[in-house]
């Protein structure tokens, strides 16, 4: 099958629409299809199978910044994709978004399939914006949603339905090592996430830190993410910055090292999350997690079952919950257990299959 994806978002810029995009390419590539991926590129280092959108442009969006790639030069590589491509369908993610995903469908004849990722409060401008696309929209063939919160935010601004197929990973990648020097004596939490972008919740963790350390004074807890972490770290108490290990942008690698190496995996988001990518990587690793009780945390933690629940943005029951964790070997060994176990049903080896049997669907 000839398969064209569109992403709508730079693949420079870490997000987990952009991992998806890239893991479903890798899956379909592995059963033998062919398959062309049109995004925004802002380098060279693109896989082979990547084809220019164009430059992207950062724009405000669901409370980030989403680099996109929109206007008549986007609209002219889109209609050459799809008229070199003669794919036998063409998949678009984030159909709603201001990209090359809306132009696709403007510009193409499918058939279509579009995965909806996003979730947020239902607003005025997201229903007119609904309004205006509603005749792209209409070509959409079929539609698939990564969670039931992203498919009721669908049904609620468009109408119609979608299956729920949700994010996955290769779990086997997650298996890292762990690293002596990212280790702490009194154990070791991770966070990962924009330091600058408030709705990932850094906050709420570091406003934590000075009673976790006053308990634990060997204690370790690791950021990765982009950012101003020589800001981050002055904001600190000098009673604890030490403590706390800014690891910069960090690639698969480490990101595995990091997870593995956790004895509490924190998610402190504020909102804005239509899934919860990260918690499955987690999970993968090995890693007993912590997170916000989100309504999309909440759903892929089984309602608490898989993984620990606080308020979201309550940084005195973040710090509860981390010490019980930290101070319990056995609680920890049982959310490893539980986690390695449920997150294999989120392993593309097994959700490459549910969205091939979308598009045997629709399939020319």
């Known amino acids: 099958m000839k398969i064209g994806l569109v ?43 990547v084809v220019s959108a164009g430059h992207a442009v950062g724009v405000p969006y669901n409370g980030s910044v989403a680099r996109v790639t929109f206007g008549p030069r986007t609209a002219a590589r889109v209609r050459s994709w799809l008229a070199d491509g003669a794919f036998d369908v063409v998949h678009v993610h984030e159909p709603m978004t201001p990209s090359a ?5 403007w510009a193409g004849d499918g058939p279509f399939v579009a995965t909806f990722h996003t979730w947020q409060v239902r607003s005025r401008a ?39 197929i949700p994010n996955g990973l290769y779990t086997k990648r997650f298996a890292g090592r762990i690293r002596p020097d990212w280790q702490g004596s009194d154990g070791t939490i991770s966070f990962l996430g924009r330091m600058d972008e408030p709705r990932k ?9 000075p009673r976790l350390v006053a308990e634990r004074p060997g ?53 804005g999350e239509s899934f919860g990518i990260v918690l499955l990587e987690a999970m993968a690793a090995g ?13 892929v933690l089984d309602g608490g079952r ?14 509860d919950q981390a010490l019980r ?17 449920a997150v294999l049903r989120y392993d593309w080896d097994a959700l490459i299959d549910e969205i091939l049997a979308v598009y045997d669907l629709v399939a020319r």
């Open 306 to 319: 898989l993984g620990e629940l606080f308020e979201p943005g309550n940084a005195t029951a973040l710090a």
């Open 201 to 209: 919740g850094l906050g709420v963790l570091l406003s934590a830190v």
């Open 126 to 164: 997201m229903s007119a914006a609904a309004g205006l696309l509603r005749p792209a929209l209409e070509k959409l063939d079929a539609r698939i949603a990564v969670s039931e919160n992203a498919r009721s935010m669908m049904v609620q601004h468009i109408g119609g339905e979608a299956v729920v």
């Open 7 to 49: 992403c709508p978002y730079s693949l420079g810029t870490p997000g987990g629409v952009q991992n998806h995009v890239r893991d479903l390419a890798e899956a379909l590539l592995a059963r033998g299809h062919q398959v062309s991926v049109l995004a925004p590129v802002d380098d060279n280092e693109a896989p082979p199978y």
């Open 101 to 105: 995903s809306i132009i696709a469908l």
């Open 219 to 271: 204690l370790k807890v690791l950021v990765a993410g982009t950012g101003q972490a020589d800001d981050v770290r002055r904001s600190l108490p000098s009673s604890c910055r030490d403590n706390v290990l800014f690891l910069g942008e960090i690639d698969d690698a480490a990101r595995a090292d990091m997870l593995t190496g956790s004895d509490v995996y924190v998610a402190p988001h504020l909102g």
């Open 287 to 299: 890693a007993p997690v912590l997170a916000s009780d989100l309504a999309a945390f909440r759903q």
């Open 325 to 341: 964790l930290l101070g319990s070997i056995d609680e920890r060994d049982k959310l490893r257990a539980t986690g390695l176990s």
